[in-house]
């Protein structure tokens, strides 16, 4: 045991004053995510913003100078002198926001109390456009319909005969899980494996190109204290990674601008003692099991890019249960808790809820720790091999 | 005590393996059958042209490799049976420099002592005795990536010494190094032969081998094509230097003379 402490501490020292890996397990995990949340979310609402003040250019086709005078608003632009052909190019031109074009009979069927039928051409790639303009449209419907229903000497109940109500009973905690429950995990699971993968080329392929290997082979700790050592160091960087996603994320949340007041408080609930066990209870074993599968594959490597290649395709494999997990439908179940990574991803999205059941949940730890279990044989195994550790 | 008895070691071949070495053998003995041995208090040295199996047979011997065939025991204990037993004992040296770039020839020095289990206190003086007969002590707080080449093998020589051991291994230790460093090597290897450790090392230049050598032994593809002592040898070639013996020796393929 001690024997390992010792290739541990000298294997963190060595590998936290690399300055690629605190940068990727450190410093990117922890600032960028909350940057991306402040950032994309100020400049959406500033480009939100811009659209809606942005006055829209609107040609109307037909006889529709009455219309004209309806539609007209600070907002809108109104050309009325284009033949539809050259309105629809102008359109694709972007010369042109959006095209109003009535039907021959549309005014004669309104005034007849009948359905008048217009098209609106325009590009959904124009952001808010179609909610505006259709905000419009639907404000002109309801006055014509105000003055239907004044003709027809009829109560608007007559028109409606029922009303629904909508009641969201799910508690705040619930709506947190399904936003950012499945957002989180595919975030900390990239991170971890990200952050392992280098210490994992560094400490076994680097080791072996630069002949430090044959040195420490050659010293009184044995091929299975060096590699436990080893894999105990990635699996640490792993972990510290994905603490600082999760640190990142808390704190980006906490900062967004116009957060209501009892989401606010159910992150703050959320980052309990509880949340961080559990986590890290299913967190431990996962890094173990990165540390494993790396350790297994980069041991074939003679050199730190040929390392670099391998390892890289596996990050597409990772990501995959991750995003599956993002899918609306795909549940935690007794089938998808013995599936790694996409397990963690599940009851992550269950523990945020505050959902989680308990029996399933202590199936995906044990079943995480036995895939570290193997992960971490299959690396032994390689490890043991003289053409393996040797260049 | 190094004993060498009947010592191989076979490699399999794949079949792009045999197509580039020409040949249809399924494997290939990179060390055939090799026996002798290596005396406290004596400079044994091996010799023998690029790829003879040099370097093989000194990883075996340092427990890195496993012998196919064979038996070695080192300080008494055998290489397969007792491999921690052994490196214990040890201290290994090759000619490339390598060592770690982020840590200080101090921090090096420590993890080694730390590894082989080293008293603190017994641990400060060795590491200060070696580093005042290295000149080490100026650079001592300096990054590995930061020295010469000629630094970072006294920085090696440290490393291997640091725990006393009785036995000393060096392949090629002198290889590329400029004058003054690998007269500090050979001096240190004069030191290790007073203090009656044992010692082995591999190396090309004949100086050397002709100014420290006891026993020497030959290897040629593999094989010990010659093993005696130094007197002997000197006597049976006097009128030829030792690179023309050695050269005479490896193309007539040799005789065994045992030591």
Known sequence: M??????????????????????????????IIPVLLIGVTKLQSSLMKKE?????????????????????????????????????????????????????DFFANVDELKSG???????????????????KLEAIKSQILEERIKTLNISKETLTPFNVNKVDISTAKEVLGKTIGG???????????????YPAIDLITGEKEKGTMETLLSSPASRFQILIGKMLTITIVGLS??????????VGLKFLPNIPADFLATINDMVSAKF????????IPLSIFFAGILSATVIRAKSFKEAQTMVTPMMFVIIIPAMLAMIPGVMLNWQTAFIPILNIALATKEIIAGTINMAMYAAIVLSLIGFALLAAFVSYRQFSKESMVLK | ?????????QYTLSKQQQKELQT?????YAVNKVSFNCTPGRVYSLLGANGAGKTTTLRMIATILKPTEGNIMVGGENVIDHPEKVRQKIGFLTGSTNLYDRLTPGEIVQYFADLHGMDKVLFEQRKDMLFTHLNIHEFSKKRIAQLSTGMKQKVSIARSMIHDPSIVIFDEPTSGLDVITAYSIIELIKQCKVEGKTIIFSSHIMSEVDLLCDDLAIISKGNLIYADTMTNFRSQYIHQSLTEAFIDIVKEGGRRVPV
Do not use: H, W
């Open chain 1, 52 to 104: 809606g003040d942005k006055q829209l250019k609107i040609a109307l086709i037909g006889n529709t100078e009455n219309f004209k005078k309806q539609m007209e608003d600070p907002g809108f632009k109104m050309f009325t002198n284009y033949k539809i052909d050259d309105a629809k190019s102008a359109v694709a031109k972007d010369s042109l926001d959006a095209i109003l074009e009535f039907q021959p």
């Open chain 1, 2 to 31: 001690n024997t390992i402490l010792t290739v541990l501490k000298k294997e963190l020292k060595d590998t936290l004053r690399d300055k690629r890996t605190l940068i990727s397990a450190i410093i990117i995990p922890a600032l």
């Open chain 2, 24 to 28: 249809n053998a399924s494997s290939v």
């Open chain 1, 276 to 283: 961080i066990i559990m986590l890290f209870a299913m967190l």
């Open chain 1, 183 to 197: 957002f989180l995990p595919y975030i900390f699971i990239i991170f971890c494996f990200t952050a392992c993968m």
């Open chain 1, 117 to 135: 039928k217009m098209n609106l051409y325009y590009k959904s790639t124009n952001l808010m456009l179609y909610s505006r303009v259709s905000e």
């Open chain 2, 1 to 9: 005590m190094i004993q060498l008895q009947n010592v191989s070691k």
């Open chain 1, 241 to 250: 990674a994905a603490l600082m996603t999760i640190v990142g994320m808390v």
